[in-house]
Nanobody
Framework: QVHLVESGGGLVQAGESLRLSCATSTRIFSTVDWYRQAPGKQRELVAG???????NYADSVKGRFTISRDNAKNTVYLQMNSLKSEDTAVYYC?????????WGQGTQVTVSS
């Protein structure tokens, strides 16, 4: 069983930055992704990182968010800059190992305008 623990969420003003962390209990993965879900909306992919280091981003966050990892700490980060009110959501970390998918519990990000 793989465990994921997100942290780093909070309340910030528009234009400010936050860095989310996803601590994993394994360093073996196919992909690690950040998703978010705003009230009344479907969960959406924000950023993804493959085991080979390839990254991808939703159009809405390109140029503002950066996904990265620290292998020594088994942690994946989401650096979020120039935050907007529409970034307000619960952010989830998802890890995929082949056909198996694991989710964290989520961390709330609230951006006030």
């Amino acid at each position: 069983q793989v465990h994921l623990v997100e942290s780093g969420g909070g309340l910030v003003q528009a234009g400010e930055s936050l860095r989310l962390s996803c601590a994993t209990s394994t360093r073996i993965f196919s992909t690690v992704d950040w998703y978010r879900q705003a009230p009344g909306k479907q969960r959406e992919l924000v950023a993804g990182l493959s085991s080979g280091g390839t990254t991808n981003y939703a159009d809405s966050v390109k140029g503002r968010f950066t996904i990265s990892r620290d292998n020594a700490k088994n942690t994946v980060y989401l650096q979020m800059n120039s935050l907007k009110s529409e970034d307000t959501a619960v952010y989830y970390c998802r890890l995929r190992q082949g056909a198996r998918v694991y989710w964290g519990q989520g961390t709330q990000v609230t951006v006030s305008s």
